[in-house]
Nanobody
Framework: QMQLVESGGGSVQAGGSLRLSCEASGRTLSSDITGWFRQSPGKEREFVAAIRRGSRLTYYADSVKGRFTVSMGNSKNTYLQMTNVQPVDAAVYYC????????????????WGQGTQVTISS
């Protein structure tokens, strides 16, 4: 089993930056893919970015490409660096792990954190 805990959310002005962290506990594998998703009220959960633990291969949604960067620290921590944030980026951000594919599909992710709120002020 794996547990995930997100942190780093908060309020940031439009155009500003924020870094989210995801700490994993439990068994991790080099094949793990950590994905970041977000969900705002009334909307479906949306893929943001993903990274494969071993190869560090990354995958981004078009809406965040060039503004957000997903990276890994040690074997237990994954980060989402958000720059030039916009009002549309306001949401609860979740990290999740799957052990199969570098995918945007939330249904393929097996483990989820509780989420961290990001609020954008104009």
């Amino acid at each position: 089993q794996m547990q995930l805990v997100e942190s780093g959310g908060g309020s940031v002005q439009a155009g500003g930056s924020l870094r989210l962290s995801c700490e994993a506990s439990g068994r991790t594998l080099s094949s793990d893919i950590t994905g970041w998703f977000r969900q705002s009220p009334g909307k479906e959960r949306e893929f943001v970015a993903a990274i494969r633990r071993g190869s560090r291969l990354t995958y981004y949604a078009d809406s965040v490409k060039g503004r957000f960067t997903v990276s890994m620290g040690n074997s237990k921590n994954t980060y989402l660096q958000m720059t030039n944030v916009q009002p549309v980026d306001a949401a609860v951000y979740y990290c999740a792990v799957n052990r199969l594919d570098l995918t945007y599909n939330p249904k393929e992710y097996d483990f989820w954190g509780q989420g961290t709120q990001v609020t954008i002020s104009s």
